[in-house]
């Protein structure tokens, strides 16, 4: 294995790591990893288009991803911040509520796609 491909792979081991930690400390990601895999049965079962199909893996990669994010940044305000600061907790909530704007938009195009399915 050249020099590059190794590095590839150190930094791939280096992610999962940080995933498998994350599943295990964070419940409010492993709730959204449960509703992304409810979703993607749903979608087997109501047969999904493609580009259905791409819209909620999109809208579940951003709820992920915004929940990853927000764990980050609650845990370096944690070890910047040990006490609580008024600025701090500022950050942490603006930070939650990313999560929350993403989890908002992604239900609303998953109930557009699934109603549009249910009652057509």
């Known amino acids: 294995m050249n020099d590059r491909s190794r590095k590839s792979v150190i930094g791939l081991n280096h ?3 940080g995933l ?6 964070e419940r409010n990601l492993r709730l959204h990893l449960v509703c ?6 749903a ?3 109501v047969r999904l288009e493609a580009a259905e199909w791409a819209i909620i ?3 579940n990669g951003m709820v ?3 929940e990853l994010v927000n764990t980050v940044v609650e845990k370096m305000m944690d070890y910047l911040k040990p006490d609580t600061h ?3 907790k500022v950050i942490k909530d603006i930070a939650a509520g990313a999560v929350f ?3 908002f938009f992604a239900a609303a195009a998953g109930l557009f796609i699934f109603l549009s399915k249910l009652y057509t």
């Open 43 to 45: 979608g087997f079962a």
């Open 57 to 59: 893996m999109l809208a």
């Open 101 to 103: 704007i993403a989890a």
């Open 36 to 41: 992304a895999l409810l979703v993607t049965v």
């Open 86 to 88: 008024p600025s701090a």
């Open 20 to 25: 498998r930690e994350a599943i295990r400390t």
């Open 64 to 66: 992920l991803t915004a």
């Open 15 to 17: 992610a999962l790591n």
